[in-house]
């Protein structure tokens, strides 16, 4: 099966820092664009920042400057670094891959982790 697990969730103090991870099995990593996002205000959620399977980032114009995507392909691992944190920053982060897995290789799916919360006081 396809699982993202996610790790690094907390509380932390306004202008402090987190680091989220999200470990990846049964996708093909190096093949998958990965990404993070929150659930924000409504129904669908928000994308916080994105890195491609050859390495190119984006990022919501809200985090641009604070938040830095990563990923590790030995380890199958996206980390999201959080710094200069706001209470606004407040939400669920999810983990999202989209490209491969093994289970079929020619499709282009897409899979969610369980979500974290990250919660930042003022």
């Known amino acids: 099966q396809v699982q993202l697990v996610e790790s690094g969730g907390g509380l932390v103090q306004a202008g402090g820092s987190l680091r989220l991870s999200c470990a990846a099995s049964?996708?093909?990593?190096?093949?998958?664009?990965m990404g993070w996002y929150r659930q924000g205000p409504g129904l669908q959620r928000e994308l916080v920042a994105t890195?491609?399977?050859?390495?190119?980032?984006a990022y919501a114009n809200s985090v641009k400057g604070r938040f830095t995507i990563s990923r590790d392909n030995a380890k199958n691992t996206v980390t999201l670094q959080m710094d200069s944190l706001k209470p606004e920053d407040t939400d669920v982060y999810y983990c999202?891959?989209?490209?491969?897995?093994?289970?079929?290789?020619?499709?282009?799916?897409?899979?969610w982790g369980q979500g974290t919360q990250v919660t930042v006081s003022s």
């Open positions: 049964g996708i093909i990593f190096g093949k998958n664009d």
């Open positions: 890195v491609t399977e050859g390495g190119s980032t």
């Open positions: 999202n891959s989209k490209g491969p897995s093994f289970y079929i290789p020619s499709a282009h799916g897409e899979h």
